[in-house]
């Protein structure tokens, strides 16, 4: 039950007016020191301006304050009354139940019965017993000039690894420490340094054995682990424990690519990596070696780092694995015909439906092809970057043509008129009647709209029936200063157009379901699609083919994607469309570092 005790503020900063004229009296000392100091070392004016007024401040007068009241309880022998709360507990615990349906009582037995109140209670004992574990023994004590060299260092592991890859010097024959990862038991010891060879492991001589026998020693041992190590060069290990303690910010990128160091032939030590998949935001702690960075996962609670391939070491890895992207399968030109069904000479022109409801969707242009085929895709550094409601981020919804985006996007923008909005396309068709230039279309001349497509205004375009039509960079830019959230549907290769700092578009992948369910769901909701201005029922190869061109969508532009939602049933995909859009509106993203610098 809880108990509320009357407790003085502050009362544990307000000492008496002589230890507070003494407090004052040590910080004039140190003040006028100063100068002194100053003079004998040769220091800096702004160094010593900086250490007057750090010693003047509030903080540092509190701290001393804090320094003297606990000096005064160092004379006072503070112990447990009694090493027997557990014992107490349960008899406490055991009256309690004698005593039913009462509140009170209810309500002390249930939190008597809290796992953490029995764990505080264990906890209390095992301190005033001074039971504590891991036990650490004496060192041996070794008087051998012949051993003066060696060190002897201790490491509480527990059930984690080292934190240290080994490797062979074959040139002194020995083993020796490659690297110390972050945050691990060699780190935090302080004591293990790159380059340091290793002589005993508990006792066990590792001199002339394989580094993957001394791992695999290492991982049977849990507590204190005792190493007996030659030192490496003093100098250098003073160089690596400046790098060590005195480290750069660390940086944050997103990975574009899936790993598992399990997979990874050429990888120093498995046991080592960090696996990732595509998407996920990994701390970098270090680049010393630029080709093993050290890293942890965002948000991860083990503080331990694990090596992943540097840049460059990737780069050289997707080099080599180039033959798999120029497979015929996966080429542009194939591609984009799978995609769209129509390729032009220069163009791509897709045919436009007659309905005028589609036909401010159903743009697919192409830009820049090689593009695609030359990128190389590893690692994009990102930041935080927190919402601004004045300025939200469109939503684009890309996926194979027949996958739905259409209609996803007519639901969500019905949903809040007020909310959404859609872009209003250029073309340079004559106008209709009952149309106005603004809200239908933009009307321009073929001549200008050929100048702005030169100028790379627009984000896609493409010509049908002689007419051009397309979507402007300056179109979208105008319904984000409005406030309002703008949906696109454009073609995957728009992606590289879109995602710019001023844009900063939040990516949805609309993928299909499986063959099974998505025949299922088509025929349910008597789903159509226009071929030659004619709406048809799909065919069983166009919904083969359509999970095709999402799965080559995938592998050629699954790093562009922020999100991925299947598109089975077409009531709950709008319900995770819709949660999806209101989290970007609301919670943090990490996005391209220079998109939130902008």
């Known amino acids: 039950m809880p108990v509320t005790l009357p407790l003085k503020p502050w009362g544990f900063f307000h000492p008496d007016e002589k230890r507070d004229h003494q407090e004052r009296i040590d910080i004039q000392n140190l003040v006028a020191s100063l100068a002194e100091l100053q003079h004998r070392l040769s220091a800096k004016d702004e160094d010593v301006s900086f250490l007057r007024h750090f010693l003047r401040s509030k903080d540092i007068q509190l701290l001393l304050r804090v320094f003297n009241k606990v000096s005064s309880y160092a004379s006072l022998q503070l112990g447990a009354s009694s090493d027997s709360a557990v014992s107490t507990g349960v008899s406490v615990y055991n009256t309690l139940r004698k005593h039913k349906h009462k509140p009170h009582v209810d309500e002390l037995r249930e939190i008597m019965a809290k796992p953490h109140f029995q764990a505080l209670l264990y906890t209390h004992d095992k301190v005033a017993c001074r039971d504590y574990e891991p036990k650490l023994f004496s060192l041996p004590h070794e008087v051998n000039e012949a051993e003066e060299a060696v060190k002897v260092v201790r490491i509480i592991k527990n059930e984690e690894p080292l934190g240290a890859t080994i490797q062979r010097n074959e040139k002194k024959q020995s083993l020796e420490i490659a690297r110390i990862l972050r945050g691990g038991a060699a780190d935090r010891s302080g004591l293990v340094h790159v380059g340091d060879e290793i002589c005993e492991v508990n006792g066990t001589n590792v001199q002339g054995c394989d580094p993957k026998e001394v791992v695999q020693l290492l991982a049977k041992f849990s507590g204190p682990v005792t190493l007996k190590l030659f030192p490496a060069d003093n100098n250098k290990g003073i160089m690596r424990e400046s ?13 574009l ?5 399990f997979d990874d032939p050429i990888i120093p030590c498995p046991e080592a990596g960090l696996s990732f998949q595509k998407g996920d935001v990994l701390q970098i702690v270090s680049q010393e070696d630029p080709l093993w960075w050290q890293a942890r996962k965002e948000g991860d609670s083990n503080l331990r780092a694990g090596l992943i391939p540097g840049k460059q070491l990737q780069e050289r890895k997707e080099i080599l694995g180039r033959p798999l992207l120029s497979d015929p399968r996966y080429s542009d030109a194939s591609f984009h015909k799978n995609s769209t069904g129509h390729l032009s000479p220069c163009r791509i022109s897709p045919q436009i439906p007659k309905s005028k409801k589609l036909k401010k969707t159903m743009y697919h242009v192409t830009q820049n092809q090689v593009y695609d ?11 935080l970057y927190y919402p601004k409601p004045e300025f939200p981020r469109p939503i684009v919804l890309v996926g194979p043509h027949g996958v739905g985006r259409n209609e996803l996007k007519r639901r969500l923008m019905s949903s809040n008129t007020d909310k959404f909005q859609e872009v209003v396309p250029y073309t340079t068709r004559l106008k209709k009647p009952h149309e106005l230039d603004g809200r239908d279309y933009h009307f321009v001349s073929r001549d200008e709209m050929e100048k702005g497509i030169l100028l790379n205004r627009f984000v896609e375009y493409g010509e049908y029936k002689g007419n051009l039509y397309g979507s402007s960079i300056d179109s979208i830019k105008c319904v984000i200063n409005s406030g309002k959230v703008c949906v696109l549907t454009p073609h995957t290769q728009a992606l590289k157009f879109l995602r710019t700092a001023d844009i900063k578009p939040y990516v949805i992948f609309i993928a299909p379901p499986s063959f099974e369910v998505l025949k299922n769901t088509r025929i349910e909701k008597n789903a159509r699609h226009t071929v030659n201005d004619v709406p048809q029922p799909f065919t069983d190869e166009e919904l083969q083919k359509m999970i095709t061109t999402a799965k080559k969508m995938s592998i050629r532009y699954g790093h562009f994607f922020d999100k991925i939602i299947v598109n089975g049933q077409i009531e709950q995909a709008i319900k995770d469309l819709a949660h999806v859009v209101e989290l970007v509106g609301k919670e943090p993203q990490y996005l391209p570092a220079n998109w939130v610098q902008y």
């Open 373 to 383: 085929s030359e990128e190389i895709i590893t690692y994009e550094e990102v930041q």
């Open 257 to 261: 690519f899936d790993y598992d160091p």
């Open 243 to 255: 790098k060590t303690y005195f480290r750069t910010p660390q940086i944050r990128l997103r990975a």
